[in-house]
């Protein structure tokens, strides 16, 4: 299994543009999420899904959209990014309510 | 939304040095977990323990639910141990994982 994977690992946008981050995972998993991580801080949630085409909002959802369309893909699109989007984002995903939670390798994003 | 505290919140050691980091959680929990945070930005996941106590090696947890705590033991520390230790719960009426601010820690040779 690849586990959790993320593309791209590193990506610098101008403000006002637009870009999607992808996530996939191979394992099956119902549950997927997306976190931010500021300096210095813990992650804080975006938006997550239970399940192929249910999505919900996280702790900072504002600036981001998301879909569900299969299992395995949870992409996070930015549709107009500002220099406050600039972090490390992470795609998590775990097989189910109260289960080990698995985190992909982060994309960091800075927005100039 | 539940409260999640990491005491201490920086430790410096010297290698070989054994220590504790605290997770102070305000909620009833169905998921607990802790994570190293590397110095390249990696979350590794080293325990995932809602109640009771695990070992890893030179690592072990140990969680009291009904006490809204769980503490992480590093022995023997090495200076790959360094990097932030974080603590991410789930309350048991909710569905997202919730994380403390970390313990950042520094194991010098």
């Known amino acids: 299994n690849a586990g959790v994977t993320q593309t791209p690992k590193f990506q610098v946008l101008k403000t006002g543009q637009s870009m999607t981050l992808q996530c996939a995972q191979d394992?099956?998993?119902?549950?997927m999420s997306w976190y931010r991580q500021d300096p210095g801080m813990g992650l804080r949630l975006i938006h997550y899904?239970?399940?192929?085409?249910?999505?919900d909002q996280g702790e900072v959802p504002n600036g981001y959209n998301v879909s569900r369309s299969t299992t395995e893909d949870f992409p996070l699109r930015l549709l107009s990014a500002a220099p406050s989007q600039t972090s490390v984002y992470f795609c998590?995903?775990?097989?189910?309510?109260?289960?080990?939670?698995?985190f992909g390798p982060g994309t960091r994003l800075t927005v100039l | 939304g539940i409260q999640v505290e990491q005491s201490p919140p920086d430790l410096i050691l010297q290698e070989g040095a054994n220590s504790t980091l605290r997770c102070n959680f305000s909620?009833?929990?169905?998921?607990l977990q802790w994570f190293h945070q590397n110095p390249w930005g990696q979350l590794i996941n080293l325990f995932y323990?809602?109640?009771g106590t695990k070992q890893n090696g030179r690592l072990s947890a140990t969680t009291v639910a009904t006490e809204r705590y769980s503490l992480l033991y590093i022995s023997s520390s090495q200076t790959t141990d360094s990097g932030v230790y974080f603590c991410?719960?789930?309350?048991?009426?909710?569905?997202?994982?919730?994380f403390g601010e970390g313990t950042q820690l520094t194991v010098n040779p």
């Open positions: 998590a995903s775990r097989i189910g309510q109260g289960n080990e939670q698995f």
């Open positions: 394992m099956n998993h119902e549950y």
């Open positions: 899904s239970v399940g192929a085409g249910i999505t």
């Open positions: 909620d009833s929990v169905n998921n």
């Open positions: 323990i809602p109640s």
């Open positions: 991410a719960v789930r309350e048991t009426s909710g569905s997202r994982l919730t």
